[in-house]
């Protein structure tokens, strides 16, 4: 075997199963808490990158600020969308496939938007300090090795928020009970907007460097959102550290797969595994049973 | 002219479509995100197989550098449509078999990404981004047909074939199956029906008739491209059925005509470049609008076009029915239980039955009996781990200890359906009847051995099918009247009180030919009006034959009932008797009631 792609490959997999990673987190802890299949995730995703640009190329603010924007672009998108149609449909319908698609609505409306306001070509974000580590025969870029830094300190904030604080606590009660947690005096509205907050500003984030090491796009989103939807079910529901897992090891063997075949097949064979692991272990790798 | 049959020829193929994803949908509840590429699997099939290998002519390589087979255009047809169908059985086996929920939404709408995505990389096998052009036409011996005025007969036959099929599994027990499915699966195992093998089987033919269209296509258009099988058209095909109506196949075919129609007239207001974007903000915002206010679509399932679809006379008038007034049955004026046969023969002997849940033991090494014809009551306070008891006999729930005899054999290998086959059959505290569907209906399911709920004897066998329908509706009826409901047959069941709904699930229990019946909590949540009526039907169950084992927490309910009391508390067993001796007895009453 070919130590030195072998090396590459391990390193370029662990990047990308860092984003994956985060991008799992953030949709897991937006799913498990409202069972919204959110599937505009990735229309918050990629207004954060097109905010990030735009503020770049229109103002000329300096690559840090732009991309400060973005995250908050993406923010009060995914509020919007929560508070707005999602909210409008969970109040007349109980039923998660009709929020579904609500969703499957405005994902498709918003990419069509997006495409004809900045029609469908590449949109770069440039000024990053370009720099290269060459360690032995692995070369990283600085902005993977950020993004890599971010996603892994975001993942721990969310979980130490979750597991220290009370509206941490809040949420975990209304993902398991929430009747009980409203009878307790718990909002649950307020719990599924801070839900919508933290993923939706993790995905903005993460949409920053995917923007950096490519081009915004208005179809971007869709590809990296469902890979995050992998990720929660290969890990199991209503676990972070599953979700976490999960686009770790998504990345990695999409990566890994460059080993034998084209890095082109990388996502087939990720997705064959998780059909393969969903038939082993229905509740994935750190979920358990409903009882 | 041409122009038109270009149209109809977009909204047929949406239509054939919106039926198949419909099938889906509509009967099971379930949604596919991967559509378009069970159609384009169909498509790129029958164009590689039917394609002539790749020519070099002076250096150059033709049509794309793709290699085909040269196949007959028939041939990789049916090969196409064999593949779509066999794709779809291997996507939906882990969502359909193990995994409930999202999943399948998500696993088709990942297969969807990653088949797009192979299209455009595989570049020597499906010629990438450009496709594959230069096929064969669509012909008849020998007769060809390029134009669309003429091709449009083939999708119209299609279409015809494709509606025929859904009305005749809409209509079928098979049908009725797939509606129970879709409101509770484990009501439908509770039964005896089987859920995983016709929810597979719904999934691969309604892939399978998609991609019968993306072979039609492939020989009518004589190329294909990667652009008419991405993710958006299949999200187009959901917007259709939502819009028209799950459930329904006008609604199906109403969005189709929208879907299909709405394209050229926006071309003719933007310029070309921005169609499609405007198609998918109207579309977006439709589906929106649909979905926030009117959820069940344009067309709801079960609206004017579906009763007048087939009437059903025969059945409020055809048969005599014991209950005409509407009555409860007739109790006879002995209405206290006779003692306990005590040499009765045990119908169901539980050992050492053991269950625990993390820290809390829910039952620990219960061991009793049912004699057979009795009714037996299990009382105790809350947590005593009666429904578990239930839950556990029956493999709704695995055991970690015990076993469990019915008439002799051990059934504690079994799965829910087998037992409910063995003559062990359920109820649940929360009724789980099929809300949507008619109480008729409702306990039709329940009745064994319908050659109808099975695919093939449906298609192959359709009179015979056909007339033991009749027999089970009869049954059915006969069902509801034993219960008192034959008045209220035709209605849907979330439109019955909550005691009336009881009862349909009781007579759901009956029509089972199950011996020995487990309810629930039959009179929690009922009106006390409509107790005695409860009781009288559960007395009734007792002449006919069956045995019976409650949950109750009505002593009043229990000391009317019940022979055979087993008293459990904190998942133990604590007596066993009949209810005098059990209130004689102050310790218990003392943790019954509380001091």
């Known amino acids: ?291 | 002219m041409e122009y038109w049959a270009t149209i109809g020829i977009a909204i047929l193929t949406y239509a054939v479509l919106s039926v198949s994803l419909n099938l889906l949908f509509g009967y099971i509840g379930e949604l596919s995100m991967a559509t378009a590429a069970f159609f384009g699997i169909g498509a790129y099939t029958a164009a590689i197989l039917s394609m002539p290998p790749a020519q070099s002519i002076a250096g150059l390589t033709l049509s794309s550098g793709v290699s085909g087979y040269d196949l007959n255009p028939w041939v990789a047809g049916v090969v196409g449509v064999v593949l779509a169908a066999v794709a779809a059985l291997i996507i939906s086996v882990p969502a359909v078999a193990r995994v409930r929920g999202e999943s399948l939404i998500l696993l088709t709408f990942s297969f969807q990404l990653v088949f797009s995505q192979l299209l455009t990389s595989m570049q020597s096998v499906t010629g990438g981004d450009q496709g594959i052009s230069g096929l064969k036409p669509l012909a008849i011996f020998g007769h060809e047909f390029t134009q669309a005025r003429q091709a449009i007969w083939f999708y119209v036959v299609l279409l015809i074939a494709v509606v025929a099929l859904g009305m005749l599994l809409g209509s079928s027990p098979y049908g009725r199956l797939l509606r129970g499915m879709r409101e509770s699966e484990s009501a439908v195992l509770s039964v005896g029906k089987p859920v995983i093998v016709p929810k597979l089987l719904v999934f691969s033919v309604a892939c399978g008739i998609a991609g019968t269209v993306g072979v039609l296509q492939s020989n009518y258009l004589q190329s294909v491209a990667p652009a008419s099988f991405d993710v958006n058209v299949s999200i187009l095909v959901v917007a259709a059925v939502v819009l028209g109506g799950a459930g329904n196949i006008w609604g199906a075919l109403l969005g189709s005509v929208i879907l299909g129609g709405l394209t050229p007239v926006i071309r003719n207001f933007t310029a070309d470049a921005h169609a499609s974007q405007w198609q998918a903000i109207i579309f977006g915002v439709a589906l929106f609008v649909i979905i926030a206010f009117r959820p069940n679509g344009l067309i709801p399932e079960g609206s004017r076009l579906r009763r007048g679809r087939r009437p059903q006379p025969e059945l409020s008038e055809a048969t005599p029915t014991p209950d005409t007034a509407h009555s409860r049955i007739e109790v006879t004026s002995e209405s206290r239980p006779v003692a306990l046969a005590v040499d009765a023969e045990p119908i169901l002997v539980v050992k050492g039955l053991s269950k625990r849940f993390g820290g809390l033991q829910a039952v620990n090494d219960v061991s009793f009996s049912l004699p057979e014809r009795t009714i037996t009551a299990l009382i105790g306070p809350n947590g005593a781990g009666k429904t578990t008891i239930f839950n556990l006999i029956t493999r709704a729930i695995t055991p970690d200890a015990g076993s469990v005899t019915l008439r002799g054999a051990d059934i504690s290998a079994m799965d829910p359906r087998e037992i409910a086959i063995q003559g062990m059959v359920r109820s649940f505290q929360d009724v789980r009847v099929f809300q949507k569907m008619s109480a008729l209906d409702n306990v039709a399911v329940a009745v064994p051995q319908q050659p109808g709920e099975w695919a093939w004897p449906l298609l192959l066998r359709p009179v015979s099918s056909r007339r033991r329908e009749r027999e089970v509706r009869d049954r059915a009826l006969d069902c509801l009247s034993l219960v008192g409901l034959s008045k209220v047959a035709q209605q849907p069941v979330g439109s019955l009180s909550f005691g009336d709904q009881k009862l349909v699930a009781i007579a759901r229990l009956i029509a089972t030919d199950g011996e020995l019946l487990l309810l629930d909590e039959p009179t929690s949540g009922v009106d006390p009006g409509s107790v005695e009526g409860v009781i009288e039907v559960i007395q009734s169950l007792r002449d006919i034959g069956k045995t019976v084992c409650l949950v109750e927490h009505s002593l009043h309910f229990v000391d009317k009932l019940a022979e055979h009391v087993i008293f459990l508390d904190q998942g133990r067993l604590t007596a066993e008797g009949s209810l005098e001796e059990l209130t004689s007895r102050p310790d218990l009453v003392t943790l019954y009631f509380g001091t």
């Open chain 1, 1 to 291: 075997m070919n130590m030195e792609l072998l090396e590459q490959l391990l390193v370029s997999g662990i990047v990308l199963g860092s984003l994956y990673a985060a991008l799992a987190v953030s949709f897991g802890i937006i799913y498990s808490t409202t069972r919204v299949f959110h599937l505009a995730h990735a229309l918050v995703f990629t207004c954060g990158a097109y905010a990030a640009v735009l503020t770049a190329s229109t103002f000329g603010t300096p690559v840090w600020v732009a991309m400060i924007v973005g995250v908050a672009a993406s923010i009060l998108i995914g509020l919007g969308i929560q508070a707005g149609p999602y909210t409008i449909v969970q109040r007349r319908s109980k039923d998660p496939i009709n929020v579904f698609i609500a969703a499957l609505a405005v994902g498709i409306a918003g990419t069509a938007l997006l495409e004809l306001l900045f029609t469908a070509s590449n949109r770069p974000l440039t000024g990053f300090p370009e720099h290269t580590f060459v360690v032995g025969s692995v070369t990283v870029t600085l902005v993977d090795v950020v993004s890599m830094v971010v996603a892994w300190l975001s993942i721990l904030a969310v979980g130490l928020f979750m597991t220290r604080t009370n509206r941490g606590r809040a949420i975990t009660a209304v993902r398991t009970n929430a009747g009980m947690a409203e009878a307790v005096g718990i909002s649950k509205k307020r719990v599924y907007l801070l839900v919508f907050a933290i993923g939706s500003a993790i995905a903005g984030l993460m949409a920053q460097f995917v923007t950096l090491n490519g081009a915004a796009t208005p179809s971007m989103g869709l590809r990296y959102v469902l890979i995050a939807f992998m990720a929660v079910f290969l890990g199991g529901i209503g676990s972070i550290k599953g979700a976490a897992v999960g686009g770790l090891a998504l990345g990695l063997i999409t990566m890994l797969t460059g080993l034998w075949v084209s890095l082109d097949y990388g996502t087939a064979i990720a997705f064959g595994v998780v059909i393969v692991m969903l038939i082993i272990k229905p509740h994935g790798l750190f979920g358990r049973a409903a009882v």
